[in-house]
């Protein structure tokens, strides 16, 4: 007999106000879907099945035993307006093929030598900050880690002018996938509305830029054997190597995708330490017995412990990935429950990762909890900010170093607290962005 156990959910007519609440206020609805419904609940959304699923083991099931029954979820394919057919959009034989291309880039020793790019770009950036004057760090994170995306993976030296247009055609583009989050996805994109005018006048911007740096590279010569070459140089069976809007859909995906991520992690993080003085001092005290000279080095990261478990404990009370949706293409059963063809899953870090179940006093920052045995008696996917399975983020060691070297490199020189009069909102969009940035003041050591 096939399984037909269902999740629970409302019943009857129950269809509108759960979209509504979710489209307008997503982690309010999955905070109370979970508190109402418990680990799994299931929802019609218009004519679509949607599951919530916020339990270690079926994320596992998802995202590793059985991932090979699902897709995408339909919002992120949503996202390929912008990032076109690149890895975190593409699907099956093709993505496989793209990630094999893209993995030496991300390899230990690879990564090892970003860093110094890293360290010598938030050098350049500290010079500019003077002693007790106000900044809007996610800004200036978001400044630093695209200049060091675009170095490190694409030997592009960016100039300001290039990231200034970079960071409006960004957010022209993301306002406008919210607008559509809110609308269901349900009209077109090519119907001549100011807000897809704008968006599609930010993506042609973006592609200029883009089509510049492949084309220098293209003409030129690199220094050093850096994604870019390496995606220039690849060739399929045929001999034949990738056209240029696909070079250009990998270029806008790894470019977005690994420099917004930091840059929201490094805000919040510095947001927490400045309401953690605690946490602020041991970090200083870290600092200053590791890296007396204020820049460190990827020598200097097993000795960061408690700068690499503020980066941890950072990611899991503001994971800028704050939930992940897939689609499945065929019926299945997950942890007993009978999933239909075409149902979305959603799966929240922001839920499972605030759980008392997994982490005592979960809305507490405690960086010192992943200082001991934590991580190896936490189940699977209790903690999850770069997912996992095959699609696991191909940058997870690069962030993790980054956020860490930046962090260290930063907070050696310069202290930082809240500015007056703000209130930090959360903006749950692509990711969990403080709405209005956060205003900080900065004080030399
Ligand atoms: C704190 C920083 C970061 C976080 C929290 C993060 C999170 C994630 C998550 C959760 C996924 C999986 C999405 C899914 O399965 O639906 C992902 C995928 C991905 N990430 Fe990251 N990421 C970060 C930094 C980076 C960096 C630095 C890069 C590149 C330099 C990067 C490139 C990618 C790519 C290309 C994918 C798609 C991989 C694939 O499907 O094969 N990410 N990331």
Same mark, same amino acid.
């Given at each position: 007999?096939?399984?037909?156990?269902?999740p629970?959910?409302?019943?009857?007519l129950?269809?509108?106000?759960?979209?509504?609440? +979710?489209t307008?206020?997503?982690?309010?609805?999955?905070?109370?879907?979970?508190?109402?419904?418990g680990?799994?609940?299931?929802?019609?959304f218009?004519?679509?099945?949607?599951?919530?699923? %916020?339990r270690?083991?079926?994320?596992?099931?998802i995202?590793?035993?059985?991932?090979?029954?699902?897709?995408?979820?339909a919002? $992120?394919?949503?996202?390929?307006?912008?990032?076109?057919n690149?890895?975190?959009?593409?699907?099956?034989e093709?993505?496989?093929?793209?990630?094999k291309l893209?993995?030496? #880039?991300?390899?230990?020793?690879?990564?090892?030598?970003?860093?110094?790019?890293?360290?010598?770009?938030?050098?350049?950036?500290?010079?500019?900050?003077?002693?007790?004057?106000?900044?809007?760090?996610r800004?200036?994170?978001?400044?630093l880690?695209?200049?060091?995306? #675009?170095?490190?993976l694409?030997?592009?030296?960016?100039?300001?002018?290039?990231? !200034?247009?970079?960071?409006?055609?960004?957010?022209?583009?993301?306002?406008?996938?919210?607008?559509?989050?809110?609308?269901?996805?349900?009209?077109?994109?090519?119907?001549?509305?100011?807000? %897809?005018?704008?968006? !599609?006048?930010?993506?042609?911007?973006?592609?200029?830029? $883009?089509?510049r740096?492949?084309?220098?590279?293209? %003409?030129g010569h690199?220094?050093?054997?850096?994604?870019?070459?390496m995606?220039?140089?690849?060739?399929?069976?045929?001999?034949?190597?990738?056209?240029?809007?696909?070079?250009?859909?990998?270029?806008?995906?790894?470019?977005?995708?690994?420099?917004?991520?930091?840059?929201?992690?490094?805000?919040?993080? +510095?947001?927490?330490?400045?309401?953690?003085? !605690?946490?602020?001092s041991? $970090?200083?005290?870290?600092?200053?017995?590791?890296?007396?000279?204020?820049?460190?080095t990827h020598?200097?990261?097993?000795?960061?412990?408690?700068?690499?478990?503020?980066?941890?404990?950072?990611?899991?009370?503001?994971?800028?990935?704050?939930?992940?949706?897939?689609?499945?293409?065929?019926?299945?059963?997950?942890?007993?429950?009978?999933?239909?063809?075409?149902?979305?899953?959603?799966?929240?870090?922001?839920?499972?990762?605030?759980?008392?179940?997994y982490?005592?006093?979960?809305?507490?920052?405690?960086?010192?909890?992943?200082?001991?045995?934590?991580?190896?008696? $936490?189940p699977?996917?209790?903690?999850?900010?770069?997912?996992?399975?095959?699609?696991?983020?191909?940058?997870?060691?690069?962030?993790m170093?980054?956020?860490?070297?930046?962090?260290?490199?930063? #907070?050696?020189?310069?202290?930082?607290?809240?500015?007056p009069?703000?209130?930090?909102?959360?903006?749950?969009?692509?990711?969990?962005?403080?709405?209005n940035?956060?205003?900080?003041?900065?004080?030399? !050591?």
């Amino acid at each position: 007999m096939p399984n037909t156990t269902l999740p629970p959910g409302p019943k009857g007519l129950a269809l509108v106000r759960p979209l509504y609440h +979710f489209t307008h206020q997503p982690l309010d609805f999955i905070v109370s879907t979970q508190r109402k419904y418990g680990d799994t609940a299931r929802f019609r959304f218009l004519k679509f099945p949607v599951y919530f699923f %916020n339990r270690p083991s079926l994320i596992e099931e998802i995202l590793i035993t059985q991932s090979g029954k699902f897709i995408k979820s339909a919002d $992120l394919r949503e996202g390929s307006r912008v990032l076109g057919n690149g890895l975190l959009t593409s699907e099956g034989e093709f993505w496989r093929r793209q990630r094999k291309l893209a993995q030496p #880039a991300f390899h230990r020793e690879r990564v090892k030598a970003y860093a110094p790019v890293m360290t010598s770009y938030a050098e350049q950036m500290l010079e500019t900050w003077s002693d007790g004057e106000p900044r809007e760090v996610r800004a200036e994170m978001m400044q630093l880690t695209l200049k060091i995306a #675009a170095r490190t993976l694409f030997g592009a030296d960016l100039e300001a002018d290039t990231v !200034r247009i970079i960071g409006e055609s960004l957010a022209a583009a993301i306002q406008q996938f919210d607008a559509r989050v809110k609308t269901g996805f349900l009209l077109p994109t090519s119907w001549p509305t100011p807000g %897809n005018i704008r968006s !599609r006048r930010a993506v042609d911007r973006l592609d200029e830029i $883009l089509y510049r740096i492949i084309d220098q590279r293209r %003409n030129g010569h690199a220094e050093t054997e850096d994604l870019l070459s390496m995606l220039l140089s690849a060739r399929d069976e045929s001999g034949a190597g990738m056209d240029s809007k696909q070079l250009r859909d990998e270029v806008m995906t790894l470019l977005l995708a690994g420099h917004e991520t930091t840059a929201t992690t490094l805000a919040w993080t +510095f947001y927490l330490l400045a309401q953690n003085s !605690r946490a602020e001092s041991e $970090l200083f005290a870290e600092l200053r017995a590791v890296i007396p000279s204020g820049v460190p080095t990827h020598e200097d990261l097993p000795k960061l412990r408690i700068t690499e478990a503020i980066v941890r404990e950072s990611l899991r009370l503001y994971p800028p990935a704050w939930a992940m949706g897939r689609q499945a293409i065929e019926d299945c059963t997950i942890g007993g429950y009978h999933v239909p063809r075409n149902t979305t899953i959603y799966m929240s870090h922001w839920v499972v990762q605030r759980d008392a179940r997994y982490f005592d006093e979960p809305e507490q920052f405690r960086p010192e909890r992943w200082m001991d045995s934590l991580q190896k008696t $936490l189940p699977r996917f209790a903690y999850f900010p770069f997912g996992g399975g095959p699609r696991v983020c191909i940058g997870a060691s690069f962030a993790m170093m980054e956020a860490t070297l930046l962090l260290a490199a930063i #907070a050696s020189r310069f202290r930082l607290t809240l500015a007056p009069d703000q209130t930090i909102e959360l903006w749950p969009s692509i990711t969990l962005r403080p709405r209005n940035g956060i205003r900080m003041l900065v004080s030399k !050591r």
